[in-house]
Structure formats: C-alpha cells, structure tokens
C-alpha cells in the first residue's frame, strides 16, 4: 500500500522556520518525484517546491524561492521542506504527493501528482 504522511507542522511565529517530512512507503522511492503543496483557508491548492529523488533536481514557487529548501533523503523515503524566514501568507495545510519522472512540463500542476498524504498545517502568526 502506497503511503505518504506529513509531520512537521505547528504555529511558529513569524521570522520563524519549520521543517517539515514527508515519508514515503509502498513504492520505488528513487523512481518518483515528491512534491509539497499547501491549501490556505477559502483558497485553492497551489504548489509550493518538488524534488526529483533520482537526480535531486528541484523546483520551487516563486513565492517561496530563497526562503523554503527542499530535500530528499533516499535512505530514508523521506522528503523535508524547510522553511525559514515564515510569513503569515505560508499559513495553510500542506501536503505531499507523488509524481512520475520526468519532470516536464509544468512541474507544480497539482494534477500531475497522486497518492496525497493527509496534511500537516502550519500556523504562522504575525
């Protein structure tokens, strides 16, 4: 069974930084993409960073480029997302997901990416 669970998450104040996991089982690990992706309150999903746990290569939003780190540890079927520098906008669930390799194409279009994990949220407050 393909699983994908979020831990991580919590209420930080902002300037803070958080870390978040995403671990992986059921599933050739090294052959996918993870991605994180949030979901604000009244607002649709939109992607935030992806990793390809091949070759490492990774892509982030504009959004958050410079301030969240994305990072993959084969060993561990594990996917981190740090976050530095939080804001009260990074407020929302976040969640992870697969995805097949390549990354092409638009690499944060949430409809490329499957098997979701249940979320983690992340409170920022100001």
């Known amino acids: 069974e393909v699983q994908l669970v979020e831990s991580g998450g919590g209420l930080v104040q902002a300037g803070g930084s958080l870390r978040l996991s995403c671990a992986a089982s059921g599933f050739t690990f090294g052959n996918y993409a993870i991605g994180w992706f949030r979901q604000a309150p009244g607002k649709e999903r939109e992607g935030v960073a992806c990793i390809s746990n091949n070759d490492g290569e990774t892509f982030y939003a504009n959004s958050v480029k410079g301030r969240f780190t994305i990072t993959t540890d084969v060993a561990k079927n594990t996917v981190y997302l740090q976050m530095n520098s939080l804001k009260p906008e990074d407020t929302a669930v976040y969640y992870c997901?697969?995805?097949?390799?390549?990354?092409?194409?638009?690499?944060?279009?949430?409809?490329?990416?499957?098997?979701w994990g249940q979320g983690t949220q992340v409170t920022v407050s100001s």
């Open positions: 997901a697969r995805r097949n390799l390549p990354l092409l194409g638009i690499i944060l279009h949430q409809k490329d990416y499957y098997d």
